[in-house]
C-alpha cells in the first residue's frame, strides 16, 4: 500500500503563491501516474492536474488551473509537486495527491481527469485564499 502525504498547504492572499508537496512511501510510485485534486465545500472533488512517471508526456491540467499552476515531480524523492501561481479565492479548498498504477496505459485527459480511476490517495491539505 503506498501511502501519500501532502503538504505545502496554508493560508494565502489573492494573487500570490503556493508550492503543495507529496511524498510517497514507495519508490514504485515513481512509476504510477501522480495528480492532484481538489474539494471545497459542498463541491465535488475537482480535477486540478496530472502528471505521468516519464517526462517525456505531457501533463494536464483542469480549465479552471491552466496556466496558474504547474505539477512536476522529482522520481529520485518520490514526490511530486504542484507550484501554484496567481491564486483565487475560488482556488480555495482541500487539495488531495493521488496515484494510479494504471493510468499510464490510458494517459488522455478523458481517463486522468476521472477520480474513480486513482488508487491512493493522501489525506489531503487545506488551500485557503483570501481576497
Known amino acids: 500500500q503506498v501511502q501519500l502525504v501532502e503538504s505545502g498547504g496554508g493560508l494565502v492572499q489573492a494573487g500570490g503563491s503556493l508550492r503543495l508537496s507529496c511524498e510517497a512511501s514507495?519508490?514504485?510510485?515513481?512509476?504510477?501516474?501522480a495528480g492532484w485534486f481538489r474539494q471545497a465545500p459542498g463541491k465535488e472533488r475537482e480535477f486540478v492536474a496530472a502528471i505521468a512517471w516519464n517526462f517525456d508526456r505531457n501533463a494536464y491540467y483542469g480549465d479552471s488551473v491552466k496556466g496558474r499552476f504547474t505539477i512536476s515531480r522529482d522520481n529520485a524523492q518520490n514526490t511530486v509537486y504542484l507550484q501554484m501561481s496567481s491564486l483565487k479565492p475560488e482556488d480555495t479548498a482541500v487539495y488531495y495527491c493521488t496515484a494510479s498504477r494504471t493510468l499510464g496505459s490510458n494517459y488522455y485527459m478523458d481517463y486522468v481527469s476521472r477520480s474513480s480511476l486513482y488508487d491512493y490517495w493522501g489525506q489531503g491539505t487545506q488551500v485557503t485564499v483570501s481576497s
Open positions: 514507495e519508490r514504485r510510485f515513481n512509476t504510477y501516474v
